[in-house]
């Protein structure tokens, strides 16, 4: 390969471990891992790696951990990420109601329900390419869609079955270089009307939803929890940003997992002034006229939108209360 470092991500770290070994084989180089140091201690250190390498050229191959702190790893790399998938567990991953990892701190996320649900979509998200593994025994529909789905999380990636990492890596150098990782996620795709999946399924769909007025909280959380349900299809990622009527002068930003929900200010910028929601979802058998509907049944009436924010403020609120505001890039 000309690029020079790989970085292997996955939830599955016996697969990711097993598969870095066989790049490192590829590659000739050792992987470096730093798994045995505390976990602030080791993701400082390979973000130093990484950096290191970079800057020398260096060829290196990294086996991420799950529980790595990803952004700065992923702004540091000047090369590959590949992204190992267990055919067998995808969706079950993409829906997993667990925690990633016990939390390191009060404002540390990865100790949420759900937590490890958002890491999958997020290892998806950010790779360069997706590598499936175990894949001879999944029945052909049901890998269509698998396939559909990560190529609608990330229409840039180069999406194999994986048959050796040495033929896939020979397919990736083939391949142009792709956009820089913060670009690579399909609902930015969706939300600049460029969302162009290479690998499509007739039941995996994608679609960018907007309305100008805020959420009424309290029938947000009863539709969000109807939808979880399945009434509309099987809601797998939505990403976005919103507002809601009782935080008025806030934008939100929207991030859905599975069952796993996070609604998280943003800070004050003249730029998000016009928006008000604006998501793309992406799900499987999703009845899109129904998910717009009840959406829509969730923002304010006209009799409430009359009524003005202080009027707003006093609506019923069951939804969590907001922490600190965070990075517009959601990292």
Do not use: K
Request: overall charge negative; some cysteine.
């Amino acid at each position: 390969m000309q690029r020079r470092t790989v970085l292997t991500t996955g939830l599955c770290a016996p697969a990711r471990r097993r598969y870095a070994g066989e790049i490192s084989v590829a590659l000739a180089q050792p992987v470096i891992t730093a798994s045995a140091l505390p976990r602030d201690e080791r993701d400082r250190l390979l973000e130093h790696t990484i950096t290191r390498a970079r800057d020398s050229g260096d060829t290196i191959v990294v086996d991420t951990p799950t529980d790595a702190d990803l952004p700065p790893l992923l702004d540091a790399v000047a090369g590959e990420v590949v992204c190992i998938v267990d055919a067998r567990r995808l969706l079950d991953d993409l829906r997993d109601r667990s925690a990633l990892a016990p939390p390191a701190h009060a404002q540390d996320d990865r100790g949420d329900v759900g937590a490890r649900a958002r890491h999958a979509a997020h290892l998806v998200e950010c790779a360069s390419l997706v590598v499936f593994i175990d894949w001879e025994g999944v029945e052909t529909s049901r890998l269509s869609v698998m396939m559909a789905v990560v190529s609608h999380l990330n229409p840039t990636a180069r999406i194999r079955l994986s048959r050796s990492a040495t033929e896939d890596l020979r397919a990736l150098a083939e391949s142009p270089p792709g956009p820089a990782w913060r670009e690579r996620a399909g609902w930015v795709h969706a939300l600049n009307d460029e969302h162009t999946p290479f690998m499509r399924d007739p039941r995996v769909v994608t679609v960018r939803y907007e309305q100008l007025r805020p959420f009424h909280p309290a029938r947000l959380a009863h539709q969000l929890d109807v939808i979880d349900a399945g009434t509309c299809g099987t809601l797998v990622r939505s990403v976005g940003f919103c507002r809601l009527a009782t935080r008025p002068g806030v934008l939100a930003r929207w991030e859905q997992a599975g069952s796993a929900m996070w609604l998280d200010p943003l800070e004050a910028d003249e730029g998000w002034r016009t928006t008000v929601q604006e998501i793309a979802f992406t799900g499987i058998d999703l009845d899109v006229a129904e998910l717009t509907r009840r959406f829509d049944d969730a923002a304010l009436t006209d009799a409430e939108l009359a009524a003005g924010p202080t009027a707003w403020e006093q609506l019923p609120d069951p939804l969590p209360p907001w922490p600190a505001t965070i990075d517009e890039t959601g990292s």
